[in-house]
């Protein structure tokens, strides 16, 4: 620490006890003579601030005040962190007085303060590991992700999710952990694990799919829940609304029933002698069965008859399908776990049958459906994380309100058409986001 004094030439016994002079290449400076002394004389300098009085005078740091207004602006721009790391240099006497204000403001708002030492620039790096040390000690904050499928079947959706969350400042093992729990699409399985993760004491769980979302809103009305994905958050009593979800739930509406008619409009144009339309649901799936309503609804709007196929597991599903052959133009796949666990056998069977298909959202034509049109569940996942990102730094759920996907992808399987013997006009190619050839 030093200050530019007068000109070289000066009498040291011009100098204010305490410090010495030291002539520099070009200005000379004052420099602590005994800082130790200095440290212990830091109390009354003066007799106040507006009226020094003696022959003392100067600029105050206000250092306390200073350290106090920097700790409120670190907990308003990260108020979830629990523990503040302080550098400091072990040699420099007023040091000791720097730490007692630091933990004092620290203390005041309830944080742990990491003090690391580094008398040498060589010294910072390892004091920097030594605080993540330290750190690595305190609570990380757990995200308990209810799988609805298995992790293969979501894996892209969870790499584009944890991705998202380490854009945003929280990496899976370093300073945020993540328990993967999986009900591979079997139902009795998600109030299971939602009741392990509640009794795990999670920070927030993440899921997706009407049946999961609605099994952790009965297990837990505390722990913040983050649904990636609701076919019809508002309509399957998941929230009061979309502006004001309420509770302790929010997350991502894909309002499938919204788009309902659009997919009934691009079959139609697809098939254009469609006159009877099956439409298939997870009985056990709030949000999908609220969708199949509003499917037979529109169809029977526009004169189409409705064939409503109701299942609730596996066999179901292959039985039912066989049932409607030669019954059926078209499919129309209302999307759960449980249809997607078992999507690339439907789309077979389909096309055995000759019966075009159409679902919500891209995976399903990658698996040889022949045309789907709803949103990015990529993005979905990557916009669930952001939610989770606001709530791990303090956000209640009550307060974020459900978004919802402002584009819709139309993707077309050029080589299921083929398959089915049909003919996709130019101009729908033309409007298509995707054709798979």
């Known amino acids: 620490m030093g200050l530019y004094g007068p000109p070289p030439g000066t009498d040291q016994r011009s100098v204010p006890p305490g410090l010495r002079w030291n002539n520099g290449p070009r200005l000379g400076s004052f420099d602590i003579a005994e800082p130790t002394q200095l440290v212990e004389k830091r109390g009354p300098a003066v007799a106040s601030l507006n009226r020094p009085e003696r ?86 904050p757990i995200i308990g992700f209810l799988g609805a499928t298995s992790p293969e079947l979501a894996s892209p959706w969870v790499a584009a999710f944890v991705k998202r969350l380490s854009e945003r400042g929280w990496t899976e093992g370093r300073n945020v952990a993540i328990e993967y729990h999986w009900a591979e ?171 075009p298909t159409i679902y919500g959202s891209r995976e399903y034509v990658d698996a040889g459906a022949l045309m789907s049109y709803g949103p990015n569940w990529i993005e979905l996942f990557r916009h669930a994380a952001d939610q989770v990102d606001k709530i791990l730094r303090g956000a209640k759920p009550a307060d974020i309100p459900v978004e919802q996907p402002t584009k819709f992808d139309l993707i077309i399987n050029l080589r299921t058409a083929e398959a089915l013997g049909l003919k996709i006009s130019p101009s729908l190619l033309a409007r298509a986001d995707e054709v798979i050839e």
């Open 185 to 355: 699409a079997r139902a009795e399985r998600y109030n299971e694990i939602a009741t392990e993760l509640v009794n795990r004491k999670v920070d927030v769980i993440v899921t997706w799919a009407s049946a999961p979302v609605l099994a952790a809103k009965r297990t837990t009305t505390t722990i913040p829940i983050v649904y990636a994905a609701q076919m019809d958050p508002v309509g399957a009593g998941v929230v009061a609304s979309l502006a004001r979800p309420g509770g302790n739930i929010t997350g991502m509406s894909i309002q499938q029933t919204d788009t309902a008619g659009k997919r009934i409009e691009l079959l139609r144009e697809v098939v254009p002698k469609l006159a009877r339309l099956a439409v298939m649901a997870n009985s056990g799936a709030a949000g999908a069965m609220i969708e199949m309503r509003e499917v037979a609804a529109t169809a029977r709007s526009l004169g189409l008859e409705v064939i409503p196929i109701e299942v609730s597991q596996a066999d179901e599903i292959f039985s039912s399908l066989e049932s409607i052959k030669d019954r059926a133009d078209a499919l129309y796949v209302a999307t759960d776990p449980l249809i997607f666990s078992n999507r690339i056998q439907i789309n077979a069977m389909a096309q055995t049958q000759r019966m």
């Open 55 to 140: 022959n003392v005078t100067g600029v105050a740091s206000l250092g306390k005040i200073l350290v106090a207004k920097q700790f409120e602006l670190l907990h308003e721009l990260v108020p979830k962190a629990d523990a503040v790391a302080f550098l400091v240099n072990p040699n420099n006497a007023v040091a000791a007085v720097d730490t007692s204000d630091v933990q004092a403001a620290a203390g005041a708002l309830g944080k742990k303060l990491i003090v690391v030492k580094a008398a040498t620039e060589g010294d910072i790096d390892g004091a920097f590991t030594a605080a993540a040390e330290q750190r690595a000690g305190a609570k990380r």
